[in-house]
């Protein structure tokens, strides 16, 4: 589109050569007469590439947005390619990165809380894991990111705990919720699978532990086994 431009110009061998290196330009989005709008595009030169190249490395657009390799970003920052968080931390333990998802406060005037946290961590070498953290009240009118669950290096995650020893973990209760027919399975060795059922008896559930065999698909192997039944009045048959 129309506009301006600067060129960044330098020597590139001490022979008094000039290329060109670098361009920021003013580019009208539209060829409407009387409307001004304008993208900002920053254009960069490598090696092998023309001079500088024809495609923005970086564009601001007429509403604000910034785009890292695209020229339409739908969002405040849009990359269009890998995401690098850096800090060059050489610490051996601890949390090092993070990304806060914020939000402005209802009184007004710049204050802001956190809605949630992903921080990265290391625990020695090159090892290092994600941890996840939620926003929440603390009460009188204070806020703070509370730890919720963690990723550790081993790809074991943790909810309720830093250090998972299993590849699941968790702290707390499980609730599971399903009209009829609710499961849990156990893919256990030689082919055959253990599973939890229940089934509404009396408007109450009853758990019945099972096993079957080779593909753990309930609907395509017979059930080999009724381990043991828990009716709704607490009896267990064996």
């Known amino acids: 589109g129309v506009g301006g431009s600067i060129i960044l110009r330098g020597n590139y061998r001490g022979l008094g050569d000039m290329v060109s290196g670098a361009r920021i330009a003013a580019e009208k989005t539209n060829s409407t007469e009387g409307n001004y709008s304008y993208n900002l595009a920053f254009y960069t030169t490598n090696h092998a590439g023309s001079n500088p190249s ?3 490395s970086l564009l601001i657009n007429n509403t604000g947005n910034v785009g ?7 969002e405040k920052l849009e990359v269009g390619g890998n995401l690098r968080i850096n800090t060059n931390s050489t610490a051996s333990s601890g949390e090092i990165n993070k990304i806060v998802f914020g939000k402005a406060h209802t009184s007004g005037g710049g204050y802001a809380y956190s809605l949630g946290e992903i921080r990265s961590f290391t625990n020695g070498g090159y090892s290092g894991g994600l941890n996840f953290y939620t926003g929440r009240s603390t009460g009188g009118g204070a806020y ?3 730890f919720a669950m963690t990723i550790d290096d081993t790809g074991n995650v943790g909810i309720g705990t830093t250090t998972p020893g299993t590849t699941l973990d968790v702290v707390g209760g499980i609730t599971t919720s399903k009209s009829s027919g609710g499961e849990l399975r156990y893919s256990g060795e030689n082919g055959y699978y253990s599973f939890m059922t229940s089934t ?3 408007g109450a559930n009853q758990w019945t532990v099972s096993r079957l065999g080779t593909d753990g698909n309930a609907s395509n192997d017979t059930v080999t086994a009724d381990l043991f039944t828990i009716d709704y009045t607490g009896n267990v048959g064996i």
Not at 68 to 74: L, Q, R
Request: no cysteine; net charge neutral; glycine share 12%.
């Open 68 to 74: 890292i390799g695209t020229t339409v970003p739908g």
């Open 200 to 202: 509404m008896v009396r």
């Open 144 to 146: 703070d990111s509370i």
């Open 54 to 56: 024809t495609s923005p």
